[in-house]
Nanobody
Framework: QVQLVESGGGLVQPGGSLRLSCVAS????????MGWYRQAPGKERELVAA???????NYADSVKGRFTISRDNAKNTVYLQMNSLKPEDTAVYYC?????????WGQGTQVTVSS
């Protein structure tokens, strides 16, 4: 089993920044892919950004140039730096990791962008 603990969500004004963190623990030998997804009310969950074990990143078009994903393999942690936040970024953000035993999800952290 793998446990994921997310932190860093909250309320921020448009144009502001937040940094999300997700720490993985448990039966981890190596983490293949670490990523962030989000789900807004009434919408499907969507990929925001992902990073593989080699450092290759992938971003949703809507966040390119504003969000940056990074990982610290020694700490089994993935980060999402979110800048120039917009009201449409409001959602519950979920951490996801893919390891040898499967895919695991965090409990989600709320990000609200509002004035």
């Amino acid at each position: 089993q793998v446990q994921l603990v997310e932190s860093g969500g909250g309320l921020v004004q448009p144009g502001g920044s937040l940094r999300l963190s997700c720490v993985a623990s448990g039966s981890i030998f190596s983490i293949n892919v670490m990523g962030w997804y989000r789900q807004a009310p009434g919408k499907e969950r969507e990929l925001v950004a992902a990073i593989d074990s080699g450092g290759t990143t992938n971003y949703a078009d809507s966040v390119k140039g504003r969000f940056t994903i990074s990982r610290d393999n020694a700490k089994n942690t993935v980060y999402l730096q979110m800048n120039s936040l917009k009201p449409e970024d409001t959602a519950v953000y979920y951490c996801n990791v893919v390891v040898w035993s499967g895919s695991y999800w965090g409990q989600g952290t709320q990000v609200t962008v509002s004035s």
